[in-house]
């Protein structure tokens, strides 16, 4: 079946100007992950759906960052005023299960979207 | 802070079996090993996980230490196609959803 997408796959942006990152999940999967991944980095968690709403937004950087999942299936990162250091893969996974289970589900990765602010 | 520590990089001829180490002596009894690869442009790849027991499945095998404070992901025929950043994460079980923590990983590099 067809896995977590992302689109666009490059974004090249303006320092200062407004992004946005879309994520389609795994059809069927309630939890949406967003990460970021620097050169020569592994990826770094910046926050967590649970159906529409934001479970852990604990890695977002700043206020400039923030998502949205409004029907519980497809995801947007918005990033305002972006920034040179905001140049970075954001990735996106999809599990199917929800928690309360012993057994924590898998995340499947999208191929992220690369991001350069120049 | 990634709880987890891997050699930086490892090379392995092509195939014969790659055997990738991970410590994780402060694992907590609820915590289970994750391995994940990352192919160069993709995103992160499921391969397996465990708790307690070794595990096997189509792409790998887990072995994890009887005090589980470190395990080794053996990929038993190595490809060119298995060139990879390879990572072991420890995540919560029982507690829900949990993001994945990743450290550096190890680069393995499949030799011809």
Sequence with gaps: ?118 | DAKTTQPPSMDCAEGRAANLPCNHSTISGNEYVYWYRQIHSQGPQYIIHGLKNNETNEMASLIITEDRKSSTLILPHATLRDTAVYYCIVRVGNSGNTPLVFGKGTRLSVIA
């Design chain 1, 1 to 118: 079946g067809a896995g977590v997408s992302q689109t666009p796959s490059n974004k090249v942006t303006e320092k200062g100007k407004y992004v946005e990152l879309r994520c389609d999940p795994i059809s069927g999967h309630t939890a949406l992950y967003w990460y970021r991944q620097s050169l020569g980095q592994g990826p770094e968690f910046l926050i967590y759906f649970q159906g529409t709403g934001a479970a852990d937004d604990s890695g977002l950087p700043n206020d400039r960052f923030f998502a949205v999942r409004p029907e519980g299936s497809v995801s947007t990162l918005k990033i305002q005023r972006t920034e040179r250091g905001d140049s970075a893969v954001y990735l996106c996974a999809s599990s199917l299960l929800g928690g309360g289970t012993s057994d924590p589900d898998t995340q499947y990765f999208g191929p992220g979207t690369r991001l350069t602010v120049l």
